[in-house]
């Protein structure tokens, strides 16, 4: 009861009443000032935010200007992909200058987020900058635009963090100011107390003391005047002080614009250093372009070349693009039309800002002649000529020509040649088996020997045509090809007045060929340089090891290989004979060449998956340049040997021979039983796999059978092969085909065969491989 009294009491005092007041308007105070520097806080933040990236944007659009250009979009999308690692990054947009999107990454940027979006234009460098205008102010033309997406989810997040910690400050400094105001009521209280003890002293005599207001009398008013007065002065004071901390934060304002111009004049400085070093970047790779560029003024003054036209064409002293045209287009007629095309090139852009590319054969410094693709564009007031060097292309274009044709020729030639052979059989078979039947005194017997040779030589010119045909493949193996080298320029300049040295390096690694063929390609090289220099000469031959990592190959060339060069000091080639000089049955030699040679050696580099090139000059020689794979180790296939026939006797067994061409045939049955054989002969595959079976359970196998490897109609010797060992593992087959070079002949016991006999063969050839096979036994 009594405590309620004195809370009652308390809550209708004027301590309480002023105390309530007091803390309801701090807090009211403390609640605006929180809200207000959360919400300034929070705009700060994302302007700072929004000022970050559109400088990040303005970065990505200046490392850009040359890939977006140049629509390089495996590097703009290797940049926008490295942008968007930056913190907060969303979304990346890269915009071509026609408006298209030409980078988003990634696709579709996350939805239901709050994005700030900043964006800066890409535009060419300017090419003049004058003192009192900045780099933004002389921006060139317009090729794209950047886009930057933000999140704001991490701003979201501060803002509540810094509300959550700034609440908790406001509400610790108003307990703070309450609790002021209640020692200050308190002792305000007491002073009215103390009043009202003074009272009793002025009722006493005592003067100097104050009276509390009790009544609304004169004195009472007095004393109310008096509190009022120093209520007055109170409330003067906290004003002062309110304006002092509003001063306070005004300077403290003040003090971090200044901070943030400061930090702004930095970034600048630096934004200004990288656009520096990104120009002096530029102006180097554009010193490192693969192709040529030039600047020159409205009065065609040449201000700037770079080094590929340097180095690729020359005339770095030309002091205008007129004097540059006199040089690269000595012929006046064709230099003016040169002109005419490279003004209606610079018209075309300047009017609808179309390139146009015009083409032109350059006399270069060097002597040599280029096929360049030339453009024009402006920029500002100066024009850029756009030179790209063809030459290399054209000379690739016109090598896949050639090697279509020759391989085209090549198909052709093989079954021409293989025909041929079988023919040739024939021939050479009846003529070995007629020099039989007639004694060496005979008046045929010479004829039938020249026919044997002619037949022979005939036999050379096929096998010559299945050196550059497709089915001639090498048996290849690791060669020392120095040893090869020096045997074929001994053997091509005896008995000449022509001089060869041979420069081949010690450690030229062993070269991955068939050491035949090679051998043919390299006596073919060099008897045609003897034939260039009638009057005699120097035929010098170099190598050297090379790879593709460090030289210039040609297409397709990829690896370790070694290069031969065979220079002649003869007298070159002509022009117009340059693109035929690896075509067939092409020649300049009427009385003795056959048109085959060059051919042959092309057909056989390029089976070994090699190279050859040439470059001659009227009268000053040619040299050849040969490019050979270099041996690598790998494993080898294994070859089995042969299952021996046992000793047996050879007269009365049977052999079988398959065999397309009925002429063969009867010469196997007439040579063959001659010589006590008893001949069973069939045209295809399927006919030999069936006689030889029935041979076979019949308990008469045959001795041998001769298996021809490509026939017109049903399967051939590789497929009979296989059906007749399935029958017999030990079966004896011999086999043989107008096709000397093909890979079944050179490794002819990988396919189960005992032996290989190329066509054209004779009856002496016969007897050599059945009697080889019956002495293994």
């Known amino acids: 009861m009594i405590l309620s009294q004195k809370l009652s009491t308390f809550r209708s005092s004027f301590q309480f009443k002023l105390l309530l007041r007091f803390t309801l308007f701090a807090a009211a105070i403390t609640v605006l000032c929180v809200t207000l520097f959360v919400i300034y806080q929070i705009k700060e933040d994302k302007r700072h935010v929004s000022e970050q990236l559109r400088l990040e944007a303005r970065t990505l659009a200046s490392s850009i200007r040359l890939p977006l250009y140049a629509e390089n979009m495996e590097l703009l999308d290797w940049y926008a992909r490295e942008t968007l690692r930056l913190p907060g990054i969303r979304c990346v947009e890269i915009v071509g200058g026609n408006g298209k999107l030409q980078v988003k990454v990634p696709a579709l940027p996350p939805a239901g987020e709050e994005l700030i979006v900043e964006g800066a234009q890409v535009r060419t460098l300017p090419l003049h900058l004058s003192q ?196 690269v287009c000595p012929d006046p007629c064709y230099r003016d039309r040169v002109a005419a095309q490279r003004c209606a090139a610079i018209a075309g852009w300047e009017r609808d800002n179309q390139v146009t590319f015009y083409e032109v054969k350059a006399l270069c410094s060097d002597g040599s002649q280029r096929q360049l693709n030339c453009s024009n564009q402006r920029s500002g007031s100066r024009t850029v000529d756009i030179v790209i060097d063809l030459t290399d292309r054209e000379l690739l274009q016109q090598q896949i020509v050639r090697n279509q044709k020759l391989e085209s020729i090549g198909v052709l030639a093989g079954g021409i040649a293989h025909n041929f052979n079988n023919a040739l059989t024939g021939v050479l078979g009846y003529i070995s088996f007629a020099k039989k039947y007639l004694d060496q005194s005979h008046a045929a017997h010479p004829l039938l020997l020249h026919a044997e040779k002619a037949t022979l030589r005939a036999a050379g010119f096929a096998n010559q045509l299945l050196s550059f045909a497709k089915g001639g493949a090498p048996l290849r193996k690791a060669v020392p090809v120095a040893r090869i080298v020096e045997e074929s320029v001994q053997l091509a300049t005896s008995g000449s007045n022509v001089t060869a040295a041979v420069e081949l390096p010690a450690d030229l690694p062993p070269v991955y060929v068939d050491d035949g063929q090679m051998r043919q390609a390299f006596n073919c090289i060099c008897i045609n340089a003897v034939q260039a220099m009638p009057d005699g000469g120097m035929l010098t031959v170099t190598g050297r090891s090379v790879a593709s990592a460090h030289e210039g190959f040609p297409a397709p060339l990829c690896g370790s290989y070694v290069e031969l060069s065979f220079r002649d000091q003869g007298c070159g080639i002509r022009d117009e004979d340059k693109s035929n000089i690896f075509t067939p049955y092409f020649t300049t030699k009427a009385e003795l060449g056959t048109g085959l040679g060059l051919a042959t050696v092309h057909s056989i580099i390029t089976r070994h998956d090699g190279a050859i090139t040439f470059d001659t000059a009227l009268g000053r020689g040619t040299t050849f340049t040969l490019y050979l794979p270099v041996f690598s180790t790998e494993a080898q296939p294994q070859q089995q040997p042969a299952k021996p026939l046992t000793a047996a006797a050879i007269l009365g067994r049977g052999v079988l021979v398959m065999d397309d061409e009925e002429m063969i045939r009867n010469l196997a049955i007439q040579v063959l039983s001659s010589q006590g054989y008893r001949v069973t002969v069939c045209a295809n595959g399927e006919e030999a796999a069936a006689l030889y079976g029935d041979a076979y359970r019949s308990g008469t196998p045959f001795l041998a059978a001769i298996l021809d490897l490509t026939v017109a109609c049903g399967s051939g010797g590789k497929e009979a092969a296989r059906q007749i060992l399935a029958i017999d593992p030990q079966a004896r087959l011999i086999v043989s085909s107008g096709y000397s070079n093909d890979i079944v002949m050179n490794r002819y016991r990988e396919y189960g065969f005992c032996a290989a006999s190329p066509k054209p063969y004779d009856a002496h050839e016969l007897f050599r491989l059945l009697k080889e096979l019956a002495a293994q036994g």
């Open 132 to 327: 009192d205008q900045s780099l933004e102010a002389a921006a060139g033309d317009r090729i794209g635009e950047v886009r930057l997406y933000r999140g704001t989810d991490d701003l979201w997040q501060a803002g509540r963090r810094l509300a959550w910690y700034s609440c908790l400050l406001a509400f610790g400094c108003w307990l703070l100011v309450s609790f002021s105001c209640c020692l200050l009521l308190r002792r305000v209280t007491a002073s009215f107390n103390s009043l009202m003890r003074g009272l009793k002293n002025v009722h006493g005599g005592d003067y100097v003391s104050r009276i509390a207001v009790t009544s609304d009398d004169e004195p009472g008013r007095a004393s109310a005047s008096v509190n009022e007065l120093a209520e007055s002065l109170r409330q003067r004071e906290e004003e002062n002080r309110r304006l002092h901390r509003e001063l306070l934060a005004s300077m403290d304002f003040e003090i971090a614009s200044k901070r943030q111009l400061v930090s702004i004049n930095a970034d600048l400085e630096k934004e200004i250093a990288e656009r520096s070093r990104a120009r002096q970047e530029l102006k180097n790779l554009v010193e490192q372009l693969p192709l040529g560029i030039i600047w020159s003024d409205d009065d065609g003054a040449i201000e700037y070349l770079n080094a590929f036209v340097a180095q690729r064409i020359g005339y770095r002293d030309a002091r205008n693009v007129d004097e540059w045209l006199s040089r």
